[in-house]
């Protein structure tokens, strides 16, 4: 299917399809198989939270948060409020529609303990810098003038998208296209890498409903984590010369990351 896209890309789509050799439904359905000790979705949000957390520095323990939400354990608040504001954000994409206005709410809810309720869910007017751990320079963000064209731009591609019949390739491929182009227009002051990967499951539960719950992608990066900020670092460090025609290995990570999971199931 041809696509008449903003600012998505698909141009490495048919080699990505060529690397995915093997059946995704098939994994998905022995994924989904597995015995899980509480509620499908309560299990999966849990892991979604503390992983994509982790990602960002916290130290919240799977098994702490567990047994926080579930077993009624207490723990200081400091330990669990941000993982748990997190849990509340992917409860909401559960029945809010994926659009702009929805994204934003997300982001209100999951950086309630992160940023200032004036920043929550709001685009920054600032430039942004991400640095690394040496406290260099790593990437250079879209400028603050042109954020809301930039979002306008994504959200009307993902709107395409969710208005076409996708196979699993492609809707496996557009939904890490999505995380990968969010992040580096990094629209917030902060909150901009737990959004990608929440909307990233977005995507994916818009087209394969309750099968995304399944999808451990932020455990999947969390494990690879040197892999998903060098793939994402490869593009470029300005927004304005970004190659996406290098993105492939990181648009592999959450579907190739289905047999690791099914193996550890």
Request: net charge negative; glycine share 4%; no cysteine.
């Amino acid at each position: 299917m041809a696509y008449s896209f903003h600012i998505l890309k698909s141009e490495i789509l048919e080699e990505f399809q060529e690397r995915v050799d093997f059946n995704v439904m098939e994994v998905l359905d022995k994924i989904q198989e597995a015995e899980l000790p509480t509620d499908h979705f309560d299990f999966y949000r849990s892991v979604s939270s503390v992983y994509s957390s982790r990602i960002e520095g916290e130290e919240i323990e799977f098994d702490s948060f567990f047994k926080h939400r579930f077993l009624n354990v207490e723990y200081n608040t400091d330990y669990t409020k941000r993982a748990d504001d997190l849990y509340s954000a992917y409860e909401f994409i559960d029945h809010a529609p994926l659009n702009l206005d929805n994204l934003k709410t997300a982001h209100g809810i999951l950086s309630t303990n992160i940023l200032p309720k004036k920043h929550q869910g709001k685009f920054r007017k600032n430039p942004m810098f991400v640095t690394n751990n040496q406290e260099r320079i790593e990437y250079v963000a879209a400028n603050h003038s042109v954020l809301e064209q930039e979002m306008q731009k994504l959200f009307s591609d993902i709107d395409q998208l969710l208005n076409s019949e996708l196979d699993l390739h492609e809707t496996f491929f557009f939904a890490s296209m999505i995380h990968l182009v969010f992040v580096k227009i990094h629209p917030f002051q902060d909150g901009n890498g737990r959004t990608a990967r929440l909307l990233e499951k977005w995507f994916l539960a818009s087209k394969l409903a309750e099968k995304a719950a399944s999808v451990q992608l932020e455990k999947n990066y969390y494990v690879h984590l040197a892999d998903y900020y060098g793939h994402i670092r490869k593009l470029g460090l300005e927004y304005e010369i970004l190659n996406y025609g290098l993105s492939l290995d990181f648009l592999l990570m959450t579907v190739v990351g289905l047999r690791t999971q099914l193996d550890n199931e």
